[in-house]
């Protein structure tokens, strides 16, 4: 079985497959104080909580952005799997061409979600990944990433704001059901859910501009189902999509 991970910003997502089929996901808070036998100590009792063991895992793949993490996740996967995991780097063969300035500043992240995107639905594509950040990626009919845009997350501009406003609560981000609201935690929700929502829809719209066409939008991140009930321009939501990028570049890699 192949055991992907995927460290966020915020947190990180677990996931094992066998062959193409998805046994189980999982997500833990993304955490630097955390040493790696803290982290495998995590790992292991989820894995067994799902009815798996560390010796049912044969190969692994991750991809990070948060660069301690990487060696430290590395150090655990040596230890306690005794497997050598494919890191997704420079170097790294995933099948699409970056057309980007720089090709090393794309975070590992948002290169995965293109290949499982592309994969997955073809192009062209926006892909509109809302995890700590809100992210908006290109790709083009033949699978090139062209490149994006990044905005603050919901959670991230939602917690500055109750920081900088000692007037405010902290609010549940659920849809308050109308945009005109009668009280504080309605209006919390609708300037920060529907805000969010005009962000997606203005970025899509400006971004099929751009284009020149016509591109199916992708949404991921956990904050994508929310987002996505509230608007038209989604056309799928897959909260899988790192994890089964994951996969499909271990296979090019490593067969």
């Not at 104080?33 to 895992?57: P, Y």
Request: with cysteine.
């Amino acid at each position: 079985m192949l055991l992907a991970i995927d460290i966020g910003n915020t947190e990180t997502t677990v996931g094992v497959f066998d062959g193409e089929s998805k046994k189980s996901t999982w997500q833990m808070t993304t955490s630097i104080h955390r040493t790696a036998d803290e982290n495998a100590v995590l790992m292991l009792n989820i894995l067994k909580n799902r009815g798996l063991c560390e010796e049912d895992i044969k190969e692994v793949a991750l991809c990070s952005v948060v660069p301690p993490l990487t060696a430290i996740f590395n150090d655990l996967i040596k230890r306690y799997f005794n497997i050598s995991p494919l890191i997704i780097a420079a170097g790294i063969k995933t099948g699409i061409r970056i057309c980007m300035d720089n090709p090393k500043e794309v975070g590992a992240d948002r290169i995965v979600d293109a290949v499982a995107a592309h994969h997955l639905y073809g192009g062209p594509l926006i892909i509109v990944d809302m995890g700590t950040a809100t992210t908006f990626d290109t790709v083009s009919k033949n699978g090139d990433y062209l490149g994006g845009a990044i905005a603050p997350g919901i959670l991230s501009s939602a917690e500055a704001l109750f920081q900088r406003a000692a007037m405010l609560p902290r609010i549940e981000l659920t849809p308050p059901g109308k945009v005109i609201g009668t009280n504080t935690i309605d209006a919390m929700k609708s300037g920060i859910v529907y805000g969010y929502v005009g962000l997606v829809e203005s970025m899509v719209r400006r971004i099929q501009e751009e284009l020149g066409a016509k591109a199916k939008v992708v949404a991921t991140g956990g904050f994508s189902g929310l987002i996505a009930g509230e608007t038209k321009v989604i056309d799928e939501v897959n909260p899988d999509l790192t994890l089964i990028g994951l996969r499909l570049i271990y296979r090019m890699n490593r067969g």
